[in-house]
C-alpha cells in the first residue's frame, strides 16, 4: 500500500464514519448529536471521504443489488453471531452487516473465479461457482458423508477432520 494512501488501516474507515457523523450533527436539522465525532476526525477526515467518493459506484451497485437480492440468506448466516435477532437491529446495523456479508462473499466468488481462469487458462464466462450454506449440525449428514467420505476416490483435497471419530 502506498505510503501517502489515505485509507492505510481499517481503523481509517472509523476516521471517514466519522466525518459524516461530524457533518450531521454540524446541520441544524441534524438527526442526531454527536460532539466527539469532529474530534476524532481529524485532518484526515475530509480528505479520506473525497477520496473514497471515488469508490467503483458499478461495483456498489452490483454489491447492494445482490445483498438487497440476498438479505434473507445473509441474515440466516449472521444469526447465529449475533447478540440478538436481526430483526432487532436497528436498520443502519442491519445494513452495514448485511453490505459486509455481501462484500465477503463477492470477494470470495472474485478470488475463486479469478484462480480458476488462471490457472484453467478458460473464459470468465465458462466459470460457475454455487455456494451452499449448511447448518453445522446437517454437516456430517448433507455433506461429509455423500461428499466426502462416499466419494473418497474423487476427492482431490481431503479435509484434515473427521466428524465421525
Known amino acids: 500500500m502506498p505510503a501517502d494512501a489515505l485509507i492505510r488501516d481499517v481503523s481509517d474507515t472509523a476516521i471517514w464514519v466519522a466525518q459524516y457523523r461530524a457533518e450531521e450533527s454540524g ?20 480528505q479520506i471521504a473525497r477520496d473514497f467518493g471515488k469508490a467503483d459506484a458499478r461495483y456498489f451497485a452490483y454489491l447492494l443489488a445482490g445483498t438487497i437480492a440476498h438479505a434473507a ?25 448485511l453490505l459486509a456479508v455481501g462484500w465477503l462473499l463477492a470477494r470470495l466468488l472474485r478470488s475463486i473465479v ?12 465458462s466459470v460457475s461457482v454455487s455456494i451452499e ?16 467420505l462416499n466419494s473418497a476416490n474423487t476427492l482431490y483435497k481431503k479435509p484434515g477432520y473427521n466428524p465421525l471419530q
Open 73 to 97: 440468506e445473509f441474515e440466516q448466516l449472521l444469526a447465529p453471531a449475533l447478540d440478538r435477532k436481526p430483526s432487532e437491529l436497528s436498520p443502519v446495523e442491519r445494513a452495514i452487516l
Open 27 to 46: 446541520r441544524p436539522d441534524a438527526m442526531f448529536r454527536d460532539p466527539l465525532a469532529k474530534l476524532l476526525v481529524g485532518e484526515r477526515g475530509p
Open 114 to 125: 479469478r484462480d480458476v481462469v488462471d490457472i484453467a487458462k478458460c473464459a470468465e464466462k
Open 133 to 148: 450454506e449448511v447448518h453445522p449440525d446437517d454437516w456430517t449428514e448433507k455433506v461429509y458423508k455423500p461428499d466426502i
